[in-house]
């Protein structure tokens, strides 16, 4: 069985007059991967872009790269095959992965073909209705494209995407540069799942078996976070900040029985490690008064059964002593940092390509600065779009002839962060 230990890290010391309680939540899992002992089997859906523009070497991989996450499947699993263009198309309905019929998706798999557009939401759409037909699994989802979902009005794909929420996790790839990387952002952002780029067709394989072997080892579906806070406070934001920045603060739910407790979904989960940062805004109080600013649980509800897996504090305690009061923690300090890392990427991206260049180079410029102290990974994509002159001071200049592989994978991994090191 899967077991679940919090921690929370915070300074709790305010200054007198101060109201903002930062803390970040440490969650680690561990147990069985695969399905759990109370049944729930991995269900996969694989929504494969179709459209015209993946002829020839995109649509070839593809099939080779379904093939075989399909194989890699347990019997207990489920699965089902979306082919998508102006439209979802069922190439393989749901069906449990036994050998007969991953023979059948094999032969059905080999028949794809590309031509047409790209309506993203209806895949999507398709997607959960196959989902519902499997209500007790852990529902995940892959969708790759090649380009632009320009078959549909953005807001469509937003309803469909609010529809979903919840109903499935959804990671998303784009192979090439002809597509949006906001795009996949807006449904892996949405849907609690990764973005990534697969730079070249032969590349696809292996970044599907490494995106299904981590959904197999998901063994709890839907977990929340559920947040008490007291009478007069306020949640400012909610952000898992590791391994992924996912922003939940507008996800929360509130309790129908106690305004003071809302729900913040995380997904499934296997045996991992995530951080969520939190800050909450309360009355502040006199010098000795101390409060409990926040009680963080984890819930989990199987058969309509509610468990509380874990649960951790977060206090407030006032004092006129400014050592106590100035000190950042150093989780709290090093997760605003990864935050800050991303959103400079992006918006240094999008100010290259814009053509504001002292723009690009002052964002990416601070990234630099970031990343060379918590984030070496990221640092070596940053290696691949500016000249580095000076790591502390974030003095860059813009590389000319950047491939555009590198800037994709810069943006797409942006949201990656680096865990804070112990003892720091």
Not at 48 to 74: N, Q, T
Not at 105 to 130: I, Y
Not at 217 to 227: E, H, N, P, Q, T
Not at 382 to 392: C, N, P, S, T
């Amino acid at each position: 069985m899967t077991t679940f230990q919090v921690q929370v890290a915070q300074n709790q010391y305010l200054a007198q007059g101060a109201d903002l309680v930062h803390a970040v939540m440490s969650v680690s899992s561990s147990g069985p991967a695969g399905a759990a002992p109370n049944g729930r089997p991995l269900v996969e859906a694989l929504l494969i872009d179709c459209s015209g523009s993946m002829e020839g070497a995109k649509i070839r991989a593809a099939r080779d790269a379904v093939a075989k996450a399909v194989d890699l499947l347990r019997e207990d699993a489920w699965f089902c095959v979306i082919a998508g263009t102006n439209e979802g198309r069922l190439a393989v309905p749901l069906a449990q992965a036994t050998a007969e019929n991953k023979r059948r998706a094999h032969a059905a798999v080999r028949t794809l073909n590309s031509g047409g557009g790209t309506a993203m939401s209806t895949w999507l759409e398709l997607a959960r209705r196959q989902f519902e037909q499997a209500p007790t699994g852990i529902h995940h989802a892959l969708l790759l494209t090649d380009g632009k979902n320009e078959g549909e009005p953005d807001a469509k794909l937003t309803a469909v995407l609010n529809a979903c929420e919840d109903r499935f996790q959804c990671d998303a790839r784009g192979v090439g540069t002809d597509w949006t990387p906001d795009q996949l952002r807006a449904i892996s952002g949405k849907l609690l799942g990764t973005l990534d780029v697969i730079p070249e067709p032969a590349a696809m394989e292996a970044d599907f078996r490494r995106v299904i072997e981590a959904a197999l080892g998901k063994s709890v579906a839907d977990v929340s976070l559920r947040l008490w806070t007291p009478v007069g406070s306020a949640l400012e934001f909610l952000t898992q900040v590791y391994p992924e920045k996912v922003d939940l603060t507008a996800r929360g739910r509130t309790d129908p029985a106690n305004a003071q407790v809302r729900e913040y979904p995380t997904g499934a989960w296997g045996e991992e490690k995530r951080d969520y940062h939190m800050a909450i805004k309360v009355k502040a109080g006199q010098v000795g008064q101390k409060m409990l600013a926040g009680r963080a649980s984890l819930i989990v509800r199987e058969h309509g059964v509610e468990t509380k897996l874990s649960e951790g504090m977060i206090l407030a305690v006032w004092t006129d002593d400014e050592a106590q009061s100035a000190v950042i923690h150093p989780s709290v300090a090093h997760y605003t940092g990864q935050v800050e890392l991303a959103d400079a990427i992006q918006q240094g991206l999008k100010a290259r390509q814009a053509g504001n260049e002292a723009e690009a180079t002052a964002l990416l410029g601070r990234a630099v600065q970031i990343a060379a102290q918590s984030n070496p990974e990221t640092m070596k994509l940053l290696r691949k779009v500016v000249e580095i002159q000076d790591e502390r001071l974030g003095t860059v200049k813009l590389l000319k002839g950047v491939r555009k592989e590198d800037e994709f994978a810069l943006d797409t991994r942006s949201t990656k962060t680096a865990r804070v090191v112990k003892g720091s």
